[in-house]
């Protein structure tokens, strides 16, 4: 499959998932991720794997965990109000170490919200929007394309470091139509010794579980964990630059954003104001030394996000004070064109 | 016939009360399991409850569920391994109030799991609080002048309820107070065993089980209890079988 196709960006998902060998999907309808399932639900009985429409997205996501505890590759997608619904089943997967992947096609909110996109989920993404110390690996799709190629890194990850990945993705990257390829795909041999397969007389029993009741085994699991993740802040964090090499100034901006962010780069540059851009791919692992050497080289740093100021937050903390850094957002699935973040841009250089 | 422990029992103590139905439905379901010879293909799912360390005692492979939610975990691993024999093991709290909902359409899917329900009537973890099995006029902790049911409802009759979905094959209640009630209540779960091989929908064993700590009984006042009040809310026997062919 090397040709390139016109697809939906939740179409281009839910085939890469396809490819990448997902044994399950578990879903439940929200908009506006619904093509996920749809899609899915059409195409996995050909392949002989499970789709399921589940009760509701609190027993999706504890389906994924049945499933991902069996070893089998495993995945659930919503959108944020869905979300939100699986976050103890989030903890639960994460403290028992389950690799699965998560989706979230994020909307505007709080509460239900609007169905158009945003990206109000970002702290509830990377801070650990459940219960309990855990981390997710955070990874953002800016494109149909990443859509796809996200999916197969995403379980790769996932199962590497026996953790949850969750994509954060938003509605108009979902909805979008643009072209994408499905590159050939060579899924990493892992041995999954820990599944509830059955007990053989040969090993000890398994079972996957997230209950240390004693504080002494408890802290362990927290350190094993802790440590996990540090080697996961260590290896994986992923970014784009955008023109940095001469920038005066730069925007920090994920998913959406940062393709709105591209253009008023262009209409910045003919301005004669020198910005670049850094994407953050891993919003957990965050470029946070990238940022710092950033730092030492621009005036100013602008995070531009459709929510009121998430992320901004990790920015600051990996500048560190180094240089100024200013937000600009947009909320309630309103975009920002690219002329408004560059008047927005041109106050700051005035400053 | 010698009595033995059975193999599939790992030989540790077990944490329940004195009288408590727990260890005696564990080993049941472990006597099935090694009487049919399916360790190997046995997962289970535990709940939370007293029984959430259901997987210390077992000696096979278990998934520890989030709260209520061991019908949709189990759903997840029947649905990846249709072959094996996948059995979910929930209190009265867990199933019936914070779980019903998993429970419902899980049975409603006629998911090829069997639910072991062991109804004790309270919350037996957190020491004894109101279940919606709660029996009418019962005192528990949070129900200090007995549950009133103008305002609390009835207790739910699980079983009874879900012999109604289309999705279930065989439903059964009962108890284990007795010699000739553990006897039956073996029967009954070796019965939803062997019907997982059909694939024909779900299998539920009611438990009314013993709970004196939270009771404040003695085992055998506990035992008499059952007999003389719990069956007259939750009379025992089965409840669905299957047709003749």
């Not at chain 1, 504080?215 to 540090?230: F, T």
């Not at chain 2, 009595?3 to 009360?17: A, D, F, I, Q, R």
């Not at chain 2, 077992?58 to 939610?69: F, L, N, S, Y």
């Amino acid at each position: 499959m090397s040709a390139y196709k016109l697809m939906k960006g939740n179409e281009a998902l839910a085939e890469a998932a396809i490819q990448a060998g997902c044994d399950a999907y578990f879903g439940y309808p929200i908009t506006p991720q619904s093509e996920v399932l749809e899609y899915l639900a059409r195409e996995m009985p050909k392949y002989n794997r499970v789709v399921m429409q589940a009760e509701s997205e609190v027993a999706s996501i504890n389906m994924v965990y049945g499933a991902a505890g069996a070893g089998f590759r495993t995945m659930t997608t919503s959108s944020s109000p869905g979300i939100s619904l699986m976050q103890e089943g989030i903890s639960y997967i994460a403290g028992a170490e389950l690799p699965c992947l998560i989706v979230n096609v994020n909307r505007a909110g709080p509460g239900l919200g609007t169905i158009q996109p945003g990206q109000g989920d970002y702290f509830q993404s990377v801070k650990g929007g459940g219960h309990g110390d855990y981390k997710m690996i955070v990874l953002a799709p800016a494109s149909v394309q990443e859509m796809a190629d996200f999916v197969y890194l995403g379980f790769d990850l996932a199962d590497k470091y026996r953790n949850p990945v969750l994509m954060l993705s938003d509605g108009a990257i979902g909805q979008m139509m643009e072209k994408v390829k499905f590159h050939e795909y060579k899924r990493p041999v892992v041995e999954k010794a820990w599944a509830t397969t059955g007990k053989p007389k040969t090993r000890e029993r398994n079972y996957i579980t997230s209950l240390f009741i004693q504080p002494e085994r408890m802290e362990v699991h927290n350190l094993k964990l802790e440590a996990k993740y540090k080697k996961i802040r260590e290896n994986e964090v992923r970014w784009e630059e955008i023109q940095t090499e001469d920038a005066d100034y730069l925007f920090v901006a994920y998913g959406l954003s940062a393709r709105i962010c591209q253009k008023a780069i262009d209409i910045a540059r003919e301005k004669g104001i020198k910005v670049g851009l850094l994407r953050p791919i891993t919003l957990y692992p965050y470029p946070y030394a990238r940022l710092l050497e950033l730092a030492s080289q621009v005036k100013c740093m602008l995070s531009v996000e459709l929510n009121s100021g998430q992320m901004v937050e990790d920015v600051r903390l990996g500048v560190n004070g180094k240089v100024p850094v200013e937000f600009f957002g947009k909320m309630g699935g309103m975009l920002p064109t690219p002329e408004e973040i560059v008047h927005y841009l041109e106050t700051l250089t005035r400053k | 016939m010698v009595y033995h422990k059975p193999s599939t029992l790992v030989e540790v103590n077990m944490h329940y009360c004195p009288g408590c139905a727990h260890s005696l439905v564990h080993k049941l379901i472990m006597e099935v399991v090694e009487e049919m010879d399916i360790q190997e293909q046995t997962i289970g799912v535990a709940p939370v409850g007293c029984s959430v360390f259901a997987y210390d005692y077992m000696d096979i492979d278990m998934q520890e569920a989030a709260h209520g939610r061991a019908c949709a975990v189990a759903t997840g691993i029947k649905r990846l391994m249709p072959d094996k024999y996948v059995f979910t093991y929930q209190g009265d709290g867990d199933l019936a109030a914070i779980g019903i909902g998993e429970t419902l359409h899980a049975i409603n899917r006629g998911e090829n799991i069997l639910i072991v329900f062991m109804n004790n009537a309270v919350y037996g973890m957190t020491s004894g609080q109101m279940a919606p099995t709660t029996l009418p006029g019962m005192h528990t902790t949070t129900s200090p002048d007995g549950r009133d049911v103008s305002f609390y409802g009835a207790p739910i009759k699980v079983s009874e309820l879900m012999a109604q979905l289309p999705g279930s094959y065989f439903v059964s209640r009962q108890a284990v107070n007795s010699a000739n009630a553990v006897r039956r209540a073996k029967k009954a779960l070796l019965q939803a065993f062997k019907y997982q091989q059909l694939h024909k929908g779900t299998c539920l064993v009611e438990i009314i089980g013993n709970c004196p700590s939270n009771w404040k009984m003695t085992p055998l006042e506990a035992s008499k209890f059952i007999d003389e009040e719990m069956v007259k809310t939750f009379p025992l026997g089965d409840i669905k079988v299957p047709k003749p062919v």
